[in-house]
């Protein structure tokens, strides 16, 4: 199982991290993901056909923005 550690730009609200929580967890090979407010920041397990680029543009698509960290 592979991490990836994301800095979500954005998010104000709990609204705003489960839509960011939904949109990684809709991504293919995603286990688990936590999403952190006060941190703002998304922490992903998953397989390794997922890339960070996968991952990044569903946070983006979601309509915040990500950089891994």
């Not at 709990?14 to 090979?29: K, S």
């Not at 922490?43 to 983006?60: F, I, K, M, N, Y």
């Amino acid at each position: 199982m592979d991490q990836t550690n994301l800095r979500v730009a954005g998010m104000s609200c709990e609204g705003c991290v489960n839509a960011v929580r939904n949109a990684l967890t809709g991504v293919a090979g995603v286990r688990d993901v936590t999403v952190s407010l006060d941190e703002k920041s998304a922490r992903v397990l998953h397989d390794g056909s997922t890339t960070t680029a996968d991952l990044l543009q569903a946070v983006e698509s979601a309509g915040y923005s990500a950089e891994q960290t």
